[in-house]
């Protein structure tokens, strides 16, 4: 049994007769009454809003502006609406009505214009009562939930509509107060520069002024040094003569019995000249005397010497050491030699040189006595004159110690004038210093000032009418949004056909299950191999779907006009899809029976939560991040929108070959169900639930 045949005979049984035909019909078309059909109705909700009815009240009394024209912003908001027709505005006289009319559903909501709508639009130019304008939108979620969101939008799109066009008039008026501040501050540019010419030179006059302050502070200065140095040589000139006269007081005093004493020391310094001429006759004569006394006491020592000599000879005769002849020899011998002259002893030459210094010494007293009885003859002559002239001198150093105070004590009175005079000049030329300094700051600033102000006009604007015009437009709505759509859908019903064509296909395969059977008991009691008896069992399931897959791109393609930027490759993925759905499905039922419908309808509502059809999978909470990982609905979605609306085709083939995979796993879990079933049971006879 071959896996065509397997699959053939399951077709055969399902169209032998006219309601199984009718019913393979009647499946085929169920994913064009889920998909196409919700499509159809949803296709463009967004441009028949103008068959809601909304209510439009008008309350705004008009308010003057600031230049005196009259503003009637309400009034201009309510005709805009109305001319725009996105709703079928009905202008309702009270809140009151309009709020009922949204309460019982006569409106699908109500839009409010305050009476102070206008006069606080223009409340800004006033800074002390700046209020803002206010919409007041009343809607209610019973009459339907999105349409609060779409009036969001369009309360939004009016708020930045009126803002804009207040901006820019409030804008334009702001322009114009930079021109005119521009032009005063030129004007005062103006007259600050004529003010820093005049501190300018009043700074000159100033600088003068100090520079003679400044030479007046140094000739004081020199002034009252050379006064302190008088006052100091006054002070030195009195200290030195009161010292004089102390000091010639006293030698005076002294001096008074010097020529008495000075006689007496003639008197006393002759004698001593005398004695010393004496002594000095005597020192002089002690080194012949000496000299004499050593010639003798050589003599002495040679005859002393030759008697020893015959002495011991007389000896050694007698002995018979020597003849008699022999020893006369030796003593006429003895007698033969001249006697050295006998040398002084050690202690004699020193008392010799000490008598010839003594000697010589005692020489230069007698000389020095002899000069000094000279002088102090000479002293006691001079002395009467010289106490004389000390007792002169000491007189008039008394005369020049009491003038020296005197000029003293002048001198310091001037020392005090002098400095009370520098204290007054250098306090004139510190007053002189702080003018020159705040008249140079005053200059500057006044320079500073004038510039600053001539800077600051050339940076406040001035613009012209037509600059105005384009600034105001800018500044009332300075940020605008460049949109780049690298892949748009073309209306509301292309946006979900991605997800509602795939959502109708594997609900439109659920239901074949429903009338066809995953594996056949003929073919479980066949000796075929369990794989071709699961592809035989999951071609009908392909062969349909593909079908349903097929119906529903040409149905969405040509009757509701989805054209797709890919029509062949959308319609081979549809077909892909439609293959591994059939397989997954067939294969979940056959594996697990009746209850393997209830997991298809599980693995369908997960698919229908996380795969992305309307809100991005990301904002789904995290556990169903991994359903949409795992299940073949969310690649299929994202496929379709890049194919749709014409992005990038590098996610397809990988998709493909993603849906393949499903497809084995579907085909896997039908092998492992014809594997299960080949062995019956109770379970197989008597099912504990069929649906």
Known sequence: MTVLRLARSELKRMTGGLLPKLTILALTLVPLLYGAVYLYANWDPYGKLNQIDAALVVQDSGAASADGTRLEAGRKVADSLVEGHVFNWKTVASTEEADQGVSNGTYAFALKIPADFSANLVSPGSFDAANQAMLNVTTNDANNYLLSTIVDKLTTAVHTTVAKEVGEDTANKLLTGFGTIHTQMLKASDGAAGLADGVARLHDGTVTLHQGTGELKTGTAELYNGEVKLRDGAASLSAGAGQLSSGLTQLKDKTAALPANAQQLADGAAQVAAGN?????????VPGQLATAQQAAQQAAAQGQRARVVASTGRLVASGVITQEQA??????????????????PAAAASAAKLQAAAAQVQK?????????AGASQLAGAAPALSDAVAKASAGADQLAGGSAALAAGQQNAVDGAGKLVQGTQKLDDGAAQLESGAAKASDGAGTLAGELARGAGKVPNPDDAQKNSLSKVMADPVAVSNVSQAKAGSYGAGLAPFFLTLALWIGIFMLVQAMRPVTQRALASNAPAWKIAAGGWLPFLAVSAVQASLLTLVVDVGLGLDPAHPVLMWFLMLAAAMAFSAIIQGVVALLGSPGKLVVLILLVLQLVSS??????QTTPEPLHAVHQILPMGYVVSGMRHLIYGADLAIILPTMLGLVGYTLLGLAMSTAAVRKHKYWTLKTLKPEIAV
């Open 277 to 285: 001429a004496a002594l000095n006759t005597q020192m002089q004569a």
């Open 328 to 345: 006369d020899k030796v003593v006429a011998d003895v007698d033969a030699t001249p006697a050295p002259p006998a040398a002084p002893s």
């Open 365 to 373: 007293l007698s000389d020095g006595a002899a000069a000094v009885s």
């Open 612 to 617: 992305g059809g309307t809100f991005p999978w």
